[in-house]
Nanobody
Framework: VQLQASGGGLVQAGGSLRLSCAAS????????MGWFRQAPGKEREFVAA????????YYADSVKGRFTISRDNAKNTVYLQMNSLKPEDTAVYYC?????????????????WGQGTQVTVSS
C-alpha cells in the first residue's frame, strides 16, 4: 500500500494550498481517509476525515470553516483544500487510510500512512 501526499509548500498567511494524496495497493473506495498534521515538537493531530463514499466529513475545530476534505474514488485520491491559512497551520501534513466503518479521529487506529508533505505559512 502506498499513500503519496503532495501539494505542500510555502505560502503567506491568508493564502491557500491544496494537498493531494494518491493511493495505490488498496481498494480505495472501501477506506475512510484522514488528514493529520505534526508541527515541530508537537504530537501528530487530527485535521479532517472523510467517509469511504465521501458522504460524511469531520473536521478539527481549529480548521473548521477554512479547510475542506474531498475525494475522487475514480482517481484513488483524497484532497485537502486549505484556505485562510495561518502561521499556526505550519506542519507536516499526512494522509492516512482507515478501514473502520466510521469516521475516525484517532491516529493510532489508522491502518496506512503517507510520507507527509510540508506546509509552511509565513506571517
Amino acid at each position: 500500500v502506498q499513500l503519496q501526499a503532495s501539494g505542500g509548500g510555502l505560502v503567506q498567511a491568508g493564502g491557500s494550498l491544496r494537498l493531494s494524496c494518491a493511493a495505490s495497493g488498496l481498494t480505495f473506495s472501501t477506506y475512510n481517509m484522514g488528514w493529520f498534521r505534526q508541527a515541530p515538537g508537537k504530537e501528530r493531530e487530527f485535521v479532517a476525515a472523510i467517509s469511504w463514499s465521501g458522504g460524511s466529513t469531520y473536521y478539527a475545530d481549529s480548521v473548521k470553516g477554512r479547510f475542506t476534505i474531498s475525494r475522487d474514488n475514480a482517481k484513488n485520491t483524497v484532497y485537502l483544500q486549505m484556505n485562510s491559512l495561518k502561521p499556526e497551520d505550519t506542519a507536516v501534513y499526512y494522509c492516512a487510510a482507515d478501514r473502520r466503518g466510521y469516521i475516525n479521529t484517532i491516529k493510532d487506529e489508522y491502518d496506512y500512512w503517507g510520507q507527509g508533505t510540508q506546509v509552511t505559512v509565513s506571517s
